[in-house]
């Protein structure tokens, strides 16, 4: 007996073309060129550019200024009355990974976020509805020495995680003082049998000058080992945490550190001018106004929070001039998020510079936009409005520093990856102005557990 096949053509027919649909339903959006048509430009670095045009092509910057011409095809956006700035610049975020600490050892230079990188992560759309088109996810804070950061793109749509990867953006690697690594470790059973190194601040520095001893080491051992002529020469044992600290002193990959205190940013910063290390963005850096002609003198740079502080002792001592202190004394300075939250309202963050020390509109959105796209070396590429950069840009329904700005679209590499004309009513699940701090403490691995209930306890 022949069994009849229950599909008919039509039935096939049907199947087939909802697998398409879905399948291109889940297609991210396909690169397009634009004109933005006779806005505000902001550019942040050649100032502002009343009833302008931005052109984008193939991605990139093509056209700055009035009355340009659309190329044929070109969509033309109608952007009167409306600002266009620069993509926001996030320098420390943890949105779009699956974990954040591998608190297991003081020093974890080996690991790296991109080896969690979530491409789904709600906070990416979230970050776009702010106009947020770069964030820098960072390992957590429990280690002195942390894992290796990401700085991604928000190519919303995308289920590869390669996909959303800022390509060609320089190696960098989280660093932690004072509390945060003390707790974890030093704190084990109670601070007694279980407890390791550092269990203080002088302990953190020296896991800091045993990592980069360790490291000088490996270093110098391949270096001769390269530069032997012996053929019975025999290299090092490869060690991949020890060629990461080889590849810091190289200069290789830029040091991202979690700080608050005074004290300790002049201890970083006698420790890595003692093994040579240049390149330092201290994050948090609560207390860098107080050493901001230090900091300037050495070239360090500083990611701070705009008023956020007393969560904890170590951050008791904190100003919201900080940012203001930081830039007048020619600290290359931005705000960051720390978070998936705020993460999408760094264009407010940066308009409390102007209550808090007075700084100009291209100042402030200095914060946001170029000052971090430095921070994390890839200012060829984005941070300002000028031909040749990558096409992220967003449209503000009013000046972005004001509170009644709304961000309108959001676009990176060109693409449209945010309309608020059409924003799908699923992409705002879980959004309650009335919850709790949740999302802090999940995205830090409950590093900050103790912090956030204290927050909440002030809240009752």
């Known amino acids: 007996m022949i069994m009849q096949n229950p599909m008919n053509d039509w039935t096939r027919a049907f199947l087939q073309v909802a697998f398409l649909a879905a399948l291109l339903a889940g297609t991210p959006a396909m690169a397009q060129d634009v004109l933005l048509r006779g806005g505000t430009v902001l550019t942040v670095t050649n100032g ?51 974990s954040i600490n591998e608190g297991s050892s003081p020093v974890t230079a080996e690991v790296r976020m991109e080896d969690v990188t979530n491409p789904y992560h709600l906070g990416i759309y979230r970050a776009l509805a702010g106009g947020v088109t770069t964030s820098h996810i960072m390992h957590g804070s429990a280690n002195v020495i942390g894992g290796q950061n990401e700085t991604i793109k928000h190519r919303w749509g995308f289920s590869d995680p390669d996909a959303i990867r800022f390509d060609g953006a320089p190696r960098t690697i989280k660093f932690a003082l004072g509390e945060n690594p003390t707790r974890v470790h030093g704190r084990r059973g109670s601070g007694g ?137 020619g600290v290359r300075t931005s705000i960051n998020s720390d978070s998936g939250e705020l993460n999408r309202h760094l264009y407010h963050e940066a308009a409390k510079t102007q209550r808090y020390g007075d700084l100009t509109d291209d100042e402030a959105l200095a914060l946001i936009t170029i000052n971090p796209a430095i921070q994390l070396g890839i200012q060829d590429r984005v941070g300002s409005i000028e031909v040749g950069k990558d096409g ?36 705002r699940l879980e959004i309650s102005p009335s919850a709790r701090l949740d999302t802090f403490m999940e995205q830090e691995g409950h590093v900050h557990e103790e912090e956030v209930a204290h927050i909440q306890d002030v809240e009752k």
């Not at 006698?270 to 050495?298: C, M, S």
């Not at 009013?398 to 509170?403: N, R, V």
């Not at 449209?416 to 699923?426: A, E, G, I, L």
Request: with cysteine; charged share 25%; hydrophobic share 45%.
């Open 392 to 427: 992220d840009v967003a449209v503000f329904s009013a000046h972005p520093l004001s509170i009644y700005a709304i961000a309108e679209q959001t676009y990176v590499d060109g693409v449209r990856y945010f309309d608020r004309t059409n924003d799908p009513d699923d992409m």
């Open 193 to 329: 049998t279980g407890a390791i190194v550092p269990a203080t601040r002088m302990g953190v520095e020296q896991v800091l000058r045993d990592a980069f001893e360790e490291g000088k080491r490996y270093m110098e051992a391949w270096d001769a080992f390269n530069a032997s002529t012996d053929p019975r020469a025999i290299p090092p044992v490869y060690n991949e945490r020890s060629g990461i600290m080889a590849d810091i002193l190289r200069g290789d990959i830029l040091v991202h550190c979690h700080s608050y205190r005074a004290d300790e940013i002049l201890m970083l910063l006698r420790v890595l001018e003692d093994y040579g290390v240049e390149r330092i963005t201290f994050q948090h850096a609560n207390e860098a106004f107080k050493v901001a002609p230090e900091l300037a003198a050495y070239g360090a740079m500083a990611s701070v929070f705009a008023d956020w502080w007393s969560y904890k002792f170590e951050v008791y001592y904190s100003t919201a001039w900080n940012a203001a202190i930081l830039t007048r004394n």
């Open 48 to 98: 502002t550019l009343e009833n302008a045009d931005v052109l984008i092509e193939s991605g990139k910057i093509t056209g700055v200024g009035s009355g340009l011409r659309a190329p044929r095809g070109v969509e033309v956006v109608d952007a009167s009355g409306k600002f266009i700035m620069p993509g926001i610049i996030d320098a420390h975020a943890h949105i779009a990974l699956s």
